[in-house]
């Protein structure tokens, strides 16, 4: 209930605000809006204004809406009211009603993010975990237990931010930009230390997953002794006789020092039987348990149903919070929406150029499960989730696609040029190719979406 209702609540808010920027300007514009919709399809709710005679309306579908304007390619308008027609109006101002969606879009995540600055940000602190041997950051010098402080020149708070600005470096690759990042660190001593990452081994494909991992950058995590902490009712570990507390000593006859031990040789004995040596209080027990196989990413692992016990203090002094000024908010929040839609776009076109394969492209189902996930974890993290998606669909409705605010944009540039309104038989090939443009992308993110399901 949580995923629906957050699911519901983001696309209703981000479609109101992409169609009242629309209506606003269009109004201004002195053009009659006949019809608000949020959603689709069959009319749920109908309320019309007494002053403007527009349609207020909530409509059955909720993946959308629009708003609908006196028009002469749409309908007969009566001589009285041709001048409130949009057709009618300048080219201008035409112009402005379609990219005043968009702009809304924009607008809005503006100021979520300005509010999640001001509130404050949560994030893991920005510190190095083991480095592996042969690694770019290995080559660098960089070492584990020190904290980033900036990558060329700019600060990083959090390791969310580190990610960020290397995602970047890494997009602009190619475009004259080299391939070194000059980095900033505080030692686990508290000295300075200075490094220059070579990130030019990054491929366009490594984008697709973590590509900090191929860089040698994993966040720092506490040791967590290899004790479990809990077991998953009815499942393997609690049937073979594992408890809360227990101490595991070895597996298949291997000592086992760190949880992440157990976990490798769980994951690596799928449907295998497994010898534990456990220390339960004074006593040492032989328990054997045979993990459940699980297909996971197309690849089959075994897991046994049980958490280790987390040092809940080591963790949190992991975690820190950023928050700004109002005025430093504004800025922040400005540079991190035009930073996002130039990412958004450079992913995009390296989809276009086969560069990055077409299943980073997420459908509702996606959404819904990113919009559930972010409201279970907070206030901030569903603003964050709110902002992200409402760029996306503010840059989705720029491209030059026939039926979406871009393509309507395109056709007014050619009359721009042109010096006249282009043929009606042109905007009707455009509505025909961009109805079957959507419908493949709809259909390839749906299945992406189904797809994730199924391999987890």
């Given amino acids: ?20 920027g629309h209506y606003w300007v269009a109004r201004r514009c002195g053009v009659k809006v006949l019809r608000f919709s949020v959603g689709f399809g069959k009319v749920v709710y109908c309320k019309r204004s007494a002053r403007s005679g527009t349609e207020w309306v909530v409509s059955a579908i909720p993946l959308g809406g629009y708003v609908k304007m006196l028009d002469e390619r749409e309908g007969e308008v009566v001589p009285d009211e041709l001048v409130y027609a949009f057709n009618r109006k300048p080219l201008l101002q035409r112009m402005a009603i379609v990219a005043a969606g968009p702009i809304a879009n924009f607008l809005l995540a503006i100021v979520l993010y300005c509010v999640l600055f001001v509130h404050g940000v949560p994030g893991l602190k920005p510190i190095l975990g083991d480095i592996p041997q042969g690694s770019p950051a290995s080559a660098a010098q960089m070492q584990s237990g020190e904290t980033i402080l900036s990558i060329n020149g700019e600060a990083v708070p959090s390791w969310q931010e580190l990610r960020w600005r290397l995602l970047e470096l890494a997009l602009r690759q190619g475009s004259g930009q080299r391939g070194e990042v000059k980095i900033e660190a505080r030692g686990a001593t508290g000295a300075a230390l200075f490094h220059v990452l070579d990130i030019s081994g990054l491929e366009a494909r490594d984008l ?11 966040p720092y995590r506490p040791i967590t002794p290899p004790i479990i902490g809990k077991v998953v009712e009815n499942g393997v570990a609690q049937h073979a006789g594992l408890q809360s507390g227990d101490r595991i000593l070895r597996a298949n006859g291997v000592a086992v020092q760190h949880w992440s031990e157990v976990v490798e040789i769980v994951r690596g004995h799928p449907g295998q039987p497994i010898q534990f040596d456990i220390k339960r209080g004074e006593s040492v027990l032989n328990i054997t348990v045979t993990p459940q196989a699980v297909v996971e990413s197309g690849k089959t692992v075994g897991k046994i149903g049980a958490a280790p016990q987390i040092d809940k203090l080591a963790w949190q002094a992991l975690y820190t919070e950023v928050s700004y000024t109002p005025l430093e908010a504004l800025g922040r929040s400005l540079r991190k929406t035009w930073e996002t839609s130039a990412v958004s776009l450079k992913m995009l076109g390296k989809m276009v150029m086969g560069e990055v394969s077409m299943k980073n492209l997420s459908g509702p189902i996606t959404i819904a499960d990113y919009a559930g996930q972010s409201a279970g974890m907070g206030v901030a993290a569903y603003l964050g989730f709110l902002a992200l998606i409402s760029i996306s669909l503010g840059v989705l409705n720029l491209l030059p696609i026939p039926l979406l605010d871009g393509g309507h944009l395109l056709y007014y540039v050619a009359e721009l040029v042109k010096g006249s309104p282009l043929p009606e038989w042109a905007w009707e090939i455009g509505q025909k190719i961009g109805i079957a443009m959507l419908g493949t992308l709809m259909v390839l993110a749906i299945y992406n979406d189904v797809n994730r399901l199924i391999s987890g």
């Fill in 208 to 218: 697709d997953g973590e590509f900090l991992d191929k860089l040698g950058l994993y």
């Fill in 1 to 20: 209930m949580v995923t629906l209702f957050a699911f519901v609540g983001a696309i209703a808010l981000l479609v109101v605000f992409h169609e009242l």
